[in-house]
T-cell receptor, first 111, second 112 residues
Framework: KQEVTQIPAALSVPEGENLVLNCSFTDSAIYNLQWFRQDPGKGLTSLLLIQSSQREQTSGRLNASLDKSSGRSTLYIAASQPGDSATYLCAVVGGYQKVTFGIGTKLQVIP | ETGVTQSPTHLIKTRGQQVTLRCSSQSGHNTVSWYQQALGQGPQFIFQYYREEENGRGNFPPRFSGLQFPNYSSELNVNALELDDSALYLC???????????FGPGTRLTVT
Protein backbone atom coordinates (compact mmCIF):
# COMPACT_ATOMS: atom_id res chain seq x y z
CA LYS A 1 0.00 0.00 0.00
CA GLN A 2 1.40 3.37 -1.05
CA GLU A 3 1.96 5.87 1.74
CA VAL A 4 2.90 9.50 1.20
CA THR A 5 4.46 11.57 3.96
CA GLN A 6 5.07 15.30 3.92
CA ILE A 7 7.50 17.04 6.20
CA PRO A 8 7.20 19.46 7.87
CA ALA A 9 3.48 19.54 8.68
CA ALA A 10 3.64 23.31 9.12
CA LEU A 11 6.18 25.99 8.36
CA SER A 12 6.35 29.69 9.10
CA VAL A 13 8.98 31.82 7.38
CA PRO A 14 9.68 35.54 6.88
CA GLU A 15 9.02 37.02 3.45
CA GLY A 16 11.91 36.64 1.02
CA GLU A 17 13.25 33.40 2.45
CA ASN A 18 13.95 30.38 0.25
CA LEU A 19 12.36 27.18 1.50
CA VAL A 20 12.11 23.45 0.81
CA LEU A 21 9.10 21.19 1.30
CA ASN A 22 9.60 17.45 1.41
CA CYS A 23 7.50 14.56 0.17
CA SER A 24 8.35 10.87 0.54
CA PHE A 25 6.56 7.80 -0.75
CA THR A 26 6.95 4.12 0.08
CA ASP A 27 6.37 2.46 -3.33
CA SER A 28 8.70 3.67 -6.07
CA ALA A 29 6.54 2.16 -8.84
CA ILE A 30 4.85 5.43 -9.77
CA TYR A 31 3.83 7.00 -13.05
CA ASN A 32 4.18 10.59 -11.92
CA LEU A 33 4.21 12.96 -8.95
CA GLN A 34 2.32 16.22 -8.82
CA TRP A 35 2.56 19.18 -6.44
CA PHE A 36 -0.51 21.26 -5.60
CA ARG A 37 -1.41 24.21 -3.46
CA GLN A 38 -4.71 24.51 -1.63
CA ASP A 39 -6.14 27.66 -0.12
CA PRO A 40 -8.51 27.20 2.87
CA GLY A 41 -11.81 25.60 1.86
CA LYS A 42 -10.88 25.65 -1.83
CA GLY A 43 -9.96 23.19 -4.53
CA LEU A 44 -6.42 22.32 -5.52
CA THR A 45 -4.25 24.29 -7.91
CA SER A 46 -1.67 22.33 -9.87
CA LEU A 47 1.87 23.64 -9.50
CA LEU A 48 4.17 21.10 -11.11
CA LEU A 49 3.94 17.60 -12.58
CA ILE A 50 7.00 15.35 -12.77
CA GLN A 51 6.79 12.19 -14.86
CA SER A 52 8.56 9.11 -13.47
CA SER A 53 11.29 9.43 -16.13
CA GLN A 54 12.06 13.05 -15.19
CA ARG A 55 14.30 14.40 -12.44
CA GLU A 56 12.91 17.91 -12.03
CA GLN A 57 10.50 20.56 -13.24
CA THR A 58 10.60 24.31 -12.90
CA SER A 59 7.94 27.00 -13.07
CA GLY A 60 8.83 30.54 -12.11
CA ARG A 61 10.02 30.57 -8.48
CA LEU A 62 9.14 26.89 -8.03
CA ASN A 63 11.39 23.92 -8.64
CA ALA A 64 10.39 20.33 -7.92
CA SER A 65 12.76 17.37 -7.97
CA LEU A 66 12.07 13.66 -8.01
CA ASP A 67 14.29 10.80 -6.87
CA LYS A 68 12.13 7.79 -7.61
CA SER A 69 14.62 5.20 -6.37
CA SER A 70 14.74 6.74 -2.90
CA GLY A 71 11.05 7.65 -2.89
CA ARG A 72 11.56 11.38 -2.40
CA SER A 73 10.51 14.65 -3.93
CA THR A 74 11.23 18.21 -2.89
CA LEU A 75 9.49 21.46 -3.74
CA TYR A 76 11.78 24.47 -3.61
CA ILE A 77 10.20 27.92 -3.36
CA ALA A 78 12.51 30.85 -3.99
CA ALA A 79 12.04 34.32 -2.53
CA SER A 80 8.81 33.47 -0.70
CA GLN A 81 5.94 35.97 -0.69
CA PRO A 82 2.88 36.35 1.57
CA GLY A 83 0.73 35.19 -1.37
CA ASP A 84 2.51 31.82 -1.19
CA SER A 85 0.76 31.11 2.13
CA ALA A 86 -1.31 27.97 1.60
CA THR A 87 -1.21 24.22 2.15
CA TYR A 88 1.08 22.39 -0.26
CA LEU A 89 0.20 18.81 -1.19
CA CYS A 90 2.05 16.19 -3.15
CA ALA A 91 0.35 13.27 -4.89
CA VAL A 92 1.70 10.17 -6.62
CA VAL A 93 -0.03 8.13 -9.32
CA GLY A 94 0.70 4.42 -9.04
CA GLY A 95 -0.61 1.14 -10.40
CA TYR A 96 -4.28 0.85 -11.41
CA GLN A 97 -4.38 4.66 -11.68
CA LYS A 98 -4.51 4.93 -7.91
CA VAL A 99 -3.63 8.40 -6.66
CA THR A 100 -2.25 8.86 -3.15
CA PHE A 101 -1.92 12.25 -1.49
CA GLY A 102 0.08 13.36 1.49
CA ILE A 103 -1.58 15.35 4.28
CA GLY A 104 0.22 18.49 3.19
CA THR A 105 2.52 21.17 4.54
CA LYS A 106 0.83 24.33 5.79
CA LEU A 107 3.01 27.29 4.85
CA GLN A 108 2.74 30.77 6.32
CA VAL A 109 4.90 33.54 4.89
CA ILE A 110 5.10 36.50 7.24
CA PRO A 111 5.38 40.00 5.69
CA GLU B 1 -10.83 27.14 -22.23
CA THR B 2 -13.37 26.29 -19.51
CA GLY B 3 -12.02 24.94 -16.22
CA VAL B 4 -13.42 22.15 -14.07
CA THR B 5 -16.74 23.03 -12.48
CA GLN B 6 -18.66 21.27 -9.73
CA SER B 7 -22.21 21.52 -8.44
CA PRO B 8 -23.62 22.16 -5.99
CA THR B 9 -21.18 24.21 -3.92
CA HIS B 10 -22.65 23.18 -0.60
CA LEU B 11 -25.10 20.48 0.40
CA ILE B 12 -26.69 19.35 3.66
CA LYS B 13 -28.17 15.86 3.88
CA THR B 14 -29.53 13.60 6.58
CA ARG B 15 -27.98 10.26 7.53
CA GLY B 16 -29.38 7.47 5.37
CA GLN B 17 -30.21 9.71 2.40
CA GLN B 18 -28.64 9.56 -1.04
CA VAL B 19 -26.71 12.33 -2.79
CA THR B 20 -25.51 13.06 -6.33
CA LEU B 21 -22.62 15.41 -7.01
CA ARG B 22 -21.75 16.67 -10.48
CA CYS B 23 -18.56 17.60 -12.27
CA SER B 24 -17.87 19.08 -15.69
CA SER B 25 -14.43 18.31 -17.09
CA GLN B 26 -12.05 20.80 -18.57
CA SER B 27 -12.38 21.00 -22.34
CA GLY B 28 -10.39 18.26 -24.10
CA HIS B 29 -10.07 16.04 -21.03
CA ASN B 30 -11.37 12.45 -21.11
CA THR B 31 -10.50 11.33 -17.58
CA VAL B 32 -12.23 12.29 -14.35
CA SER B 33 -11.19 11.39 -10.82
CA TRP B 34 -13.12 11.91 -7.60
CA TYR B 35 -11.66 12.54 -4.15
CA GLN B 36 -12.96 12.90 -0.61
CA GLN B 37 -11.14 15.35 1.65
CA ALA B 38 -11.94 15.37 5.35
CA LEU B 39 -10.99 18.41 7.37
CA GLY B 40 -7.24 18.62 7.95
CA GLN B 41 -6.50 15.61 5.73
CA GLY B 42 -5.20 15.10 2.23
CA PRO B 43 -7.66 14.08 -0.49
CA GLN B 44 -8.51 10.37 -0.58
CA PHE B 45 -8.90 8.81 -4.02
CA ILE B 46 -12.41 7.41 -4.59
CA PHE B 47 -12.28 6.35 -8.25
CA GLN B 48 -11.39 7.37 -11.76
CA TYR B 49 -13.33 7.21 -15.02
CA TYR B 50 -11.78 7.07 -18.45
CA ARG B 51 -14.01 7.20 -21.52
CA GLU B 52 -17.11 6.26 -19.49
CA GLU B 53 -15.51 3.22 -17.79
CA GLU B 54 -14.27 2.96 -14.20
CA ASN B 55 -10.50 2.89 -14.53
CA GLY B 56 -9.31 2.63 -10.93
CA ARG B 57 -10.77 2.66 -7.45
CA GLY B 58 -9.59 3.51 -3.95
CA ASN B 59 -10.67 1.95 -0.66
CA PHE B 60 -14.27 3.12 -0.66
CA PRO B 61 -17.35 0.88 -0.23
CA PRO B 62 -19.74 0.13 -3.12
CA ARG B 63 -22.25 2.72 -1.87
CA PHE B 64 -19.90 5.19 -3.55
CA SER B 65 -20.58 4.90 -7.27
CA GLY B 66 -20.10 7.03 -10.31
CA LEU B 67 -20.86 7.68 -13.93
CA GLN B 68 -19.09 9.38 -16.77
CA PHE B 69 -21.11 10.66 -19.71
CA PRO B 70 -20.20 10.87 -23.42
CA ASN B 71 -19.29 14.54 -22.99
CA TYR B 72 -16.90 13.39 -20.18
CA SER B 73 -18.85 15.09 -17.42
CA SER B 74 -19.30 12.93 -14.36
CA GLU B 75 -21.46 12.17 -11.33
CA LEU B 76 -20.58 10.83 -7.91
CA ASN B 77 -23.42 9.06 -6.12
CA VAL B 78 -23.33 8.16 -2.46
CA ASN B 79 -26.07 5.98 -0.98
CA ALA B 80 -27.00 5.44 2.67
CA LEU B 81 -25.12 8.52 3.84
CA GLU B 82 -23.19 8.29 7.09
CA LEU B 83 -21.98 11.09 9.35
CA ASP B 84 -18.36 10.31 8.34
CA ASP B 85 -19.22 11.10 4.72
CA SER B 86 -19.18 14.79 5.66
CA ALA B 87 -16.26 16.20 3.68
CA LEU B 88 -15.16 18.28 0.71
CA TYR B 89 -15.64 16.27 -2.49
CA LEU B 90 -13.26 17.17 -5.27
CA CYS B 91 -13.19 16.15 -8.87
CA UNK B 92 -10.25 16.47 -11.19
CA UNK B 93 -9.98 16.07 -14.93
CA UNK B 94 -7.00 15.21 -17.10
CA UNK B 95 -6.13 13.98 -20.55
CA UNK B 96 -5.56 10.36 -19.48
CA UNK B 97 -4.38 9.38 -16.03
CA UNK B 98 -0.67 10.03 -16.51
CA UNK B 99 -1.24 13.67 -17.30
CA UNK B 100 -1.62 16.73 -15.12
CA UNK B 101 -4.83 16.85 -13.09
CA UNK B 102 -6.93 19.98 -12.87
CA PHE B 103 -9.25 20.29 -9.90
CA GLY B 104 -12.64 21.84 -9.48
CA PRO B 105 -13.55 24.01 -6.46
CA GLY B 106 -15.24 21.14 -4.66
CA THR B 107 -18.62 20.39 -3.10
CA ARG B 108 -18.90 20.68 0.68
CA LEU B 109 -21.19 17.90 1.92
CA THR B 110 -22.51 17.96 5.47
CA VAL B 111 -24.38 14.91 6.80
CA THR B 112 -26.45 15.46 9.94
Amino acid sequence: KQEVTQIPAALSVPEGENLVLNCSFTDSAIYNLQWFRQDPGKGLTSLLLIQSSQREQTSGRLNASLDKSSGRSTLYIAASQPGDSATYLCAVVGGYQKVTFGIGTKLQVIP
Amino acid sequence: ETGVTQSPTHLIKTRGQQVTLRCSSQSGHNTVSWYQQALGQGPQFIFQYYREEENGRGNFPPRFSGLQFPNYSSELNVNALELDDSALYLCASSFQSAYEQYFGPGTRLTVT
